[in-house]
């Protein structure tokens, strides 16, 4: 059984990087077609789909984001990072990693994913 745990910083101050994890267990995160996506709900809003890294190391962002946004992934921890800069209050949300075995750019629907992360809460504020 796979699963993904995001670990993070909990609260960022506006301007700085924010840096979180999601460790994957129960599979490899280098698994042949497997995609990882960062996704994220501000606090009333609606899911906001980020990014993927796939199996390979390709990455793709959504086009809003994509300019302060970066994901990466370190094979031998069999973790996924996302790292947004200059934050601003707006990036208060609580983020999720997800798994899908297709390519979907800009999949919000939790039904589409195979694995699904418990999400962190971080909280952008001076």
């Known amino acids: 059984q796979v699963q993904l745990q995001e670990s993070g910083p909990g609260l960022v101050k506006p301007s700085q990087t924010l840096s979180l994890t999601c460790t994957v267990s129960g599979g490899s995160i280098t698994t042949n077609y497997a995609y990882w996506s960062w996704i994220r709900q501000p606090p009333g809003k609606g899911l906001e789909w980020m990014g993927v890294i796939s199996y390979s190391g390709s990455t793709y962002y959504s086009p809003s984001l994509k300019h302060r946004t970066y994901i990466a992934r370190d094979t031998s921890k069999n973790q996924v990072t996302l790292q947004i800069v200059s934050v601003i209050p707006e990036d208060t949300a609580v983020y999720y990693c997800?798994?899908?075995?297709?390519?979907?750019?800009?999949?919000?629907?939790?039904?589409?994913?195979?694995?699904w992360g418990q999400g962190t809460q971080v909280t952008v504020s001076s």
């Open positions: 997800a798994a899908l075995k297709t390519l979907i750019l800009g999949a919000t629907d939790r039904n589409l994913y195979d694995y």
